[in-house]
């Protein structure tokens, strides 16, 4: 702040032009002062003081004060232009001079003077020290030259002849100036550093804020005490299709309401803002539709009431950004959350909601609500043969006909994949519930026209309603679910309502599927082989591998039961795959010509690994691939793919065998045996029992699958063979093989290696 030392060119100048114009304020005061002293000089040591020597003191003094009136002037009229370090030191040294006038005045006045005009010499000194330590607190530099020098004047003024009493208290008098000056401008130097930074920051948030509203979607407004706009911004301007004049001065509210202004019919939104714009509430993030033209746009405003430096209420400011595509985004993505995007019915979440509403009203009004599954029958067909194209537009009309079928009182919807569901409320006679789902059946189950094709599939329906059959969401979707289950189970096109039995079984399932998977870990699994003998000899030609379990708990539980759940719970392939290799294993311990039988699912064959899964297992047991036959059933070809058929063949060029297991009892066709060149047709136990009672049906049916099989070059192996009758018919026909009990229960390993220690054929063991 002295100007001895340089300062960052910026800061430098703002602070020089401060502590001048602070000088400058007072300069006028200091003058008069400064005149009022010579005339008290020429007035009281006129007489006493050599005239030559108070006149060239009084030129000099004059000539300092008009250089500072001058560099005052020219400082004004330049409005501080270009001021700097220079000037700083320059006043410095002119206040200075002033101070060094005054000490001359005080070293050569006194010869001539006595004691009265020595204290009217101090004090008016004290005077001028005092408004120099006014005026010039804001440039230290002035003060300090000026009040060293004047009060060294003063020191010495009594120094000669009144001892030290008056000369320490001139000095402390002038000691306590001096540090009340210092002080003064050092608290001015902070506030002009904080009003700097101040004024920086104030820069700075200027810059950003036009940045912002350049570069962003974002625009500034404000409103004045009236809620009229004012300073109106071009982005604002814009997003209204309008030029700032025409928004200029115009009330807020009327033109957010648009042509609701004149009628006052208002938004509630709109009316919550004018509220808190009457209470001068601050307010963010607020969301209302604005008219652009013929459009309707969504703004989001938010403000904050503005006051005075006197604290008198001024208006608001604020900012807001047009969210019109953010809006319609977020309407879209919630029709996505809440609506299927195929057929737009409801999804699965409002599904929920609507159930979870009705059974809220079923248990506040004690009335009754259902729910109903439906699942398009032989849709995956469609999709397979036709296309997805073609099945979306199928579930298109599908979902047309539920809308048309259902009542006020149903919502229908789209769960997923080929799944509907219905929420019916307020029904009086349970008799509703079958009586819609055997509409939808039926109406569902008329033909389609998709893209010049006549489509037909079906429709299964399982139905649960609350509250008997469970009394929130969760159970009566599952309720539902088991029934529809049941529905599929029984070959679909049906409704099966809802039974507790069906809960029972469905947690017997998952019971048995728990215990299933830790089956094949803790060794409960083993292999029974069944013997296959040859028709006319009775000699064993080979056996059948069959897997049973042993539970420690539940005992021995029927393949019959836990099969399915392995195939349903995807266990089969690795359950599978062990029957596999421990057959391999076990079958090299049997004579060279007795070939293993081993059954294969319609997932393993679907699986392109199972080929090299039987290869590791043939390698590590060493057996011959000729010794081994595949079982596998219809099934196998009614999944969609080549994939089974390709698996076949390549086990068919390994040296395997393959029989077809349970002919005639599926969906049988030629072509697949003209496809693949099986070794083996096993007649399916029921054929064989009805045969031996002489049912016609049945005899003809073995008949023509022993001929079949004859003109094809495979053999025939009759299953299920219990009796002596049985075995006699099935040779009378021409089967080729036998297996049964008649010949040998399923059997231990160890048992069946007994069998082949005797000599001959097998005979009866049953």
């Known amino acids: 702040m002295m100007g001895l030392a340089p300062v960052r060119v910026g800061t430098g100048a703002q602070h020089y032009r401060a502590q001048l114009e602070s000088a400058d304020r007072l300069h006028g005061i200091q003058f008069v002062l400064h005149l009022f002293a010579l005339l008290f000089v020429w007035n009281v040591f006129g007489s006493r003081v050599p005239q030559w020597l108070l006149a060239g003191w009084s030129a000099v003094s004059f000539g300092l004060m008009l250089l500072q009136l001058h560099g005052s002037r020219l400082r004004l009229h330049s409005d501080y232009a ?9 006043q410095g ?37 005092v408004g120099a330590a006014v005026t010039y607190s804001a440039l230290p530099l002035a003060s300090v030259g000026f009040l060293l ?42 506030q002009l ?95 209302l539709p604005v008219e652009v033209g013929q459009e309707t746009h969504w703004l989001e405003l938010s403000a904050s009431p503005r006051y005075s430096d006197q604290g008198d209420y001024i208006g608001f400011r604020g900012v807001g950004s047009d969210v019109t595509e953010q809006r319609e985004s977020a309407n879209r993505i919630a029709q996505l959350a809440r609506f299927d995007p195929l057929t737009n019915l409801p999804n699965r979440l409002q599904l929920s909601e609507a159930l979870a509403t009705a059974i809220d009203a079923v248990m506040k009004w004690n009335s009754r609500c259902a729910f109903l599954m439906v699942d398009l029958d032989r849709f995956k067909s469609v999709n397979d043969t036709l296309g997805h194209q073609v099945g979306d537009k199928l579930l298109e009309q599908v979902a047309a006909r539920l809308i048309e079928i259902c009542g006020p009182h149903e919502t229908c919807g789209r769960i997923g994949g080929d799944e509907f569901a219905i929420v019916m409320r307020d029904f009086g006679d349970p008799v509703r519930i079958a009586q819609l ?23 299964s329906v399982g139905s649960a309603m609350a509250p008997r059959d469970g009394s929130s969401t969760e159970t009566l979707i599952r309720s539902a679910d088991l029934a529809l289950y049941r529905a599929k189970d029984e070959g679909g096109g049906i409704h099966c309502q809802y039974e507790p039995k069906l809960h029972i079984h469905a947690e017997e399932r998952r019971t048995l599927e728990i215990a299933l ?30 897997v049973r379990w042993t539970h420690p708990e539940m005992g021995a539980i029927s393949p019959a039961k836990f099969i399915p759940v392995a195939e349903d719970a995807r266990l089969i392939a690795p359950i599978g795959e062990w029957v596999l290799r421990t057959a391999c294993q076990e079958a090299m311990h049997w004579p060279s010509d007795i070939r293993v039988a081993v059954n294969v699912s319609a997932e393993q064959l679907h699986n392109h690994q199972f080929v090299a899964c039987v290869i590791s297992a043939l390698a590590q047991s060493g057996l ?53 060149k099986f070794t083996t047709i096993k007649i399916d136990r029921s054929f064989v029992v009805n045969a031996a009672k002489n049912v016609p049906e049945a005899l003809a049916i073995v008949r023509a699958v022993v001929a079949l099989a004859d003109s094809l070059g495979m053999a025939t192996t009759a299953e299920g063979v219990e009796t002596e009758a049985e075995v006699d018919m099935v040779n009378a026909l021409g089967c080729t093989k036998i297996q049964g009990y008649f010949f040998g229960r399923p059997m231990p390993a160890e048992e069946a290696r007994q069998l082949f220690r005797r000599t001959g054929g097998i005979s009866a063991v049953a």
């Open 193 to 287: 550093g904080t009003n700097t930074e101040l004024a920086d920051k104030r820069e700075v948030v200027s810059l950003l804020l036009r940045e912002y509203e350049d570069s962003g979607s974002d625009w500034l407004w404000q409103t004045d005490s009236l809620r009229r706009i004012t300073g109106v911004s071009p982005r604002f301007a814009a997003t209204m299709g309008v030029t700032p004049a025409d928004l200029e001065g115009k009330p807020l509210l009327q033109i957010l309401a648009g042509r609701d202004w004149e009628t006052g019919d208002f938004t509630p939104v709109l009316r919550d803002l004018a509220e808190r714009l009457k209470r001068r509430e601050s307010f963010s993030n607020v969301v």
């Open 624 to 676: 011959p691939a000729h010794r081994l036959e595949l079982e596998v059933t219809e099934s196998v070809f009614m999944r969609e793919g080549t994939v089974a058929t390709q698996v076949l063949d390549q086990l068919l060029g390994l040296g395997i065998r393959l029989s077809l297991d349970d002919f005639g009892t599926g969906y049988s066709s030629l072509g697949y045996l003209s496809r693949t």
């Open 517 to 546: 998977r830790e089956a094949l870990e803790k060794d409960q699994l083993h292999v029974v082989y069944q013997p296959v003998v040859n028709a006319r000899t009775g000699a064993c030609e080979g056996f059948e591998t069959l």
């Open 437 to 459: 789902a055997n509409t939808v059946i039926d109406i569902l189950s008329q033909p389609y026209d998709v893209d010049d094709n006549l489509l037909y599939i079906g429709a």
């Open 93 to 129: 040294a002119l206040v200075g001079a002033q101070g060094l006038l005054w000490l001359a005045a005080m070293l050569l006045f006194p010869p001539a003077l006595d004691a009265a005009a020595l204290i009217a010499l101090w004090t008016l000194a004290s005077c001028l020290m």
């Open 82 to 90: 270009q001021v700097g370090r220079r000037d700083i030191l320059g």
């Open 149 to 190: 020098a004047a009060g060294s004047g003063a020191v010495l003024l009594f120094e000669r002849s009144y001892g030290l009493h008056l000369p320490l208290l001139a000095a402390s008098y002038a000691l306590v100036l001096l540090i009340g000056s210092l002080k003064h401008a050092r608290a001015f130097g902070r």
